[in-house]
């Protein structure tokens, strides 16, 4: 089984992690989206809250399984028999971090391969740090989260 974790903190999940989720389905038999702990974010949502929105995002999709972790990534992906990582880039920026951190699991674990996804050119701009900060100001979220959460993000 072709297995792949997309991981990230999707606080909250957007529009350009869907499509992203959804270009990335036919590489593989299932994606796990992988709610990850990360030190150095402070989450505006609660992991079990972002991961009902997720489901909820991928409701009608049986490939799609959605988890949390709190260990490396590549450990992560061996507990679960997952030989692929699923990452957006957005910008050149996105690329020279994630190629970093790809480069290092890589050296952790030469059997697990990271896969990039570009990032549809309408959703470069949009991350979970630009929508929370719409959220803090009460701002429009239509064209920023998936239409189906819309009327479901509650702080």
Known sequence: MKRAVFPGSFDPI????????????????EIIIA??????????????YRMDLIREVFKNESKIKVDKYQSLTVDYCKEKD???????????????????IGQVNRMMAT???????????????????IVRDVLRHNGNLKGLLPNCILNKINF
Request: charged share 25%; no cysteine; hydrophobic share 35%.
């Open 14 to 29: 957007t529009i350009g992690h869907e499509d992203i989720i959804r270009r990335a389905l036919p590489l593989f038999d």
């Open 35 to 48: 709610v990850g702990y990360n030190s150095t974010k402070s989450g505006m949502f609660d992991p079990d």
């Open 82 to 100: 997952a030989k692929f990582i699923l990452r957006g880039l957005r910008t050149s920026s996105d690329f020279e971090f994630e190629r970093g």
């Open 111 to 129: 059997d697990i391969e990271t896969v990039f996804m570009l990032t549809a050119p309408e959703y470069t701009a949009i991350s979970s740090s």
